[in-house]
């Protein structure tokens, strides 16, 4: 058996982890980072992820795509899907995040059925 697809989810929104905790960790093994802190913590520990769910506006002394940047500029996460999953609706946000390395671009709210699909297609098509 194939061991479950390892995602790490930086969100620092509250209500969303407690959903992405109760909905997609019957599918995924899920590290949450709910501060820049986390982030860093999950990255550089042993764990290698096969995804990242990234939010986009981080309250927090960096924002999403600053950590999506540095995550392309690593040897660990270059060719890692990142996903960015965020309330903001304009066309400059989501140009911004395709220039800083995001994989995909998804806008909050999401179906959850809509969210796994992406997320498996994702994994899919990981080099």
Do not use: W
């Amino acid at each position: 058996m194939n061991a479950r697809p390892k995602i790490l989810i930086v969100e620092d929104d509250t209500l969303s982890l407690k959903f992405y905790k109760l909905y997609l960790s019957r599918f995924f093994n899920l590290v949450l980072a709910e501060s820049v802190e986390d982030f860093y913590n999950a990255i550089n520990s042993e764990i290698v992820f096969d995804l990242i769910l990234m939010d986009i506006s981080l309250r927090d002394d960096k924002d999403g795509l600053q950590l999506t940047a540095e995550l392309r500029a690593s040897e660990k996460y270059k060719d890692c899907p990142i996903i960015a999953l965020t309330a903001n609706i304009f066309k400059h946000d989501e140009l911004a995040a395709y220039k800083a390395g995001i994989t995909k671009f998804l806008r909050k709210p999401i179906n959850n059925n809509i969210l796994l699909k992406e997320l498996q297609l994702a994994l899919t098509q990981k080099h």
